[in-house]
């Protein structure tokens, strides 16, 4: 099954982005390669989206909807391990809106096009999930991270509309972070260097964190389960996370 992380056309991409390497492995490296890392869904195949360009900067609403809805009947999965920190209410707009419903509608050949959104790193500020639309949306499965433990990270959004959560790093707390794939050398968030490729890969004090890295744990499952039986529709996989989750701490 396919993935779509983040993407659009045109837009010149700053020299230092390596997020999305690093989600991407996570939900999909290739497997049984004697290589690195495997990813979840180590045979899935894989699509990326750019979404932000040079300085952050994101682009129109217009392009927003296209990327949703792009590809609905081939792409079974959608993991957006993105969003915006400044305004405490991010909204979708009216075209953003319509190419999410047309995925989780029509995607698939009406069965729906699994959404999996991180719930966001603003915790410690007061972050809600509940604030960000593309997360509240119902339809769509919102992802939390929690330490290895099972306790929440501590930067981990509280929110109504959270389904579910995925083990991740918190350093504040002394847990490590997700070892996963990274951008080639001093491109990629593990600049150190080495005499052999250890340095394309995020491990130890350069793993991934946040829930960022929570998120495509859930695309990946989502897309085993869709392997197991692609008939199931994107409320099944749903039903199916939130049925066969467990609570680790009760406290």
Request: glycine content about 12%; some cysteine.
């Amino acid at each position: 099954h396919n993935f779509v992380t983040d993407r659009t056309d045109g837009l010149p991409v700053a020299d230092d982005q390596s997020h999305g390497t690093a989600v991407a492995g996570i939900a999909a490296a290739s497997g049984d390669n004697n290589r690195g890392v495997a990813g979840v869904a180590p045979r899935a195949q894989l699509a990326s989206w750019v979404i932000f360009g040079s300085g952050d900067s994101i682009v129109n609403e217009e392009r927003l909807g296209d990327m949703f809805q792009f590809a609905s009947n081939i792409v079974s999965v959608q993991n957006h391990s993105w969003g915006n920190a400044d305004p405490p209410q991010l909204g979708a707009a009216l075209l953003e809106r319509i190419g999410l419903t047309n995925a989780l509608t029509k995607g698939r050949d009406g069965k729906g096009v699994v959404i999996v959104r991180s719930g966001g790193n603003n915790r410690g500020n007061g972050g809600d999930t509940n604030d960000d639309e593309y997360a509240a949306d119902p339809r769509a499965i919102a992802v939390a991270a929690v330490r290895t433990d099972g306790r929440a990270a501590s930067y981990s959004n509280v929110g109504a509309c959270l389904l579910v959560a995925a083990p991740s790093g918190d350093r504040l707390e002394g847990f490590a972070g997700i070892v996963t794939t990274d951008r080639l050398g001093t491109l990629g968030e593990n600049r150190i260097p080495s005499l052999d490729d250890s340095a394309d890969y995020g491990f130890d004090a350069n793993a991934f964190s946040g829930t960022s890295a929570a998120a495509p744990q859930i695309s990946g499952l989502a897309a085993l389960l869709l392997s197991a039986n692609p008939a199931l529709t994107s409320r099944d996989v749903q039903q199916i996370l939130l049925l066969s989750a467990r609570h680790f701490d009760l406290a």
